[in-house]
């Protein structure tokens, strides 16, 4: 088992005996001398959490020594500038505005209707012309969370 999960088990199994189940990670970036994780939550994430995850994972780092002695761990929540990547997170963030990147590039902007564990729905209004006349048509268009290259929570001020 490589390091990148050897630290996802750590802290699954911390989540687990602190009875968070509702916690879960999202993403792990090592770099040579770096590593964040990025935890999130079906309701949410404090910096209490954040803090205790660290502990956890600083201490297995200097135990084994497995980054050298110097390096740098960063523990958060995924944020807005992060895109959702896990079903859960979708779930979480229904009947919010979302910009989906598809493979082709095309970016699709429209409300997270609905999200199931293999697709989720994207509602937006469809507009074209006829004529002279302006048509437009509410449409809900399922997507596979493999269809997509990236999907934006949009931020409004």
Request: glycine share 6%; with cysteine; charged share 35%.
């Amino acid at each position: 088992m490589g390091l990148e999960e050897q630290i996802i088990k750590i802290v699954e199994k911390y989540f687990e005996l602190a009875d968070r189940n509702d916690c879960f990670v999202v993403e792990l970036v090592m770099k040579t001398k770096k590593l964040e994780i990025y935890i999130d939550s079906d309701d949410a994430i404090d910096f209490g959490i954040c803090r205790k995850v660290s502990r956890v994972v600083e201490e297995f780092l200097d135990e084994g020594k497995q980054m050298g002695e110097d390096y740098t761990l960063e523990v958060s929540s995924p944020g807005l500038s992060r895109p959702l990547r896990l079903p859960r997170q979708f779930k979480k963030n229904v009947g919010r505005d979302i910009t989906v990147t598809l493979p082709d590039s095309t970016k699709m902007t429209g409300k997270l209707e609905n999200a199931t564990d293999n697709e989720f729905f994207l509602a937006y209004t469809k507009v074209w012309k006829e004529g002279k006349k302006r048509k437009t048509e509410d449409v809900i268009m399922p997507l596979k969370y493999s269809e997509t290259n990236k999907v934006m929570i949009n931020i409004k001020f």
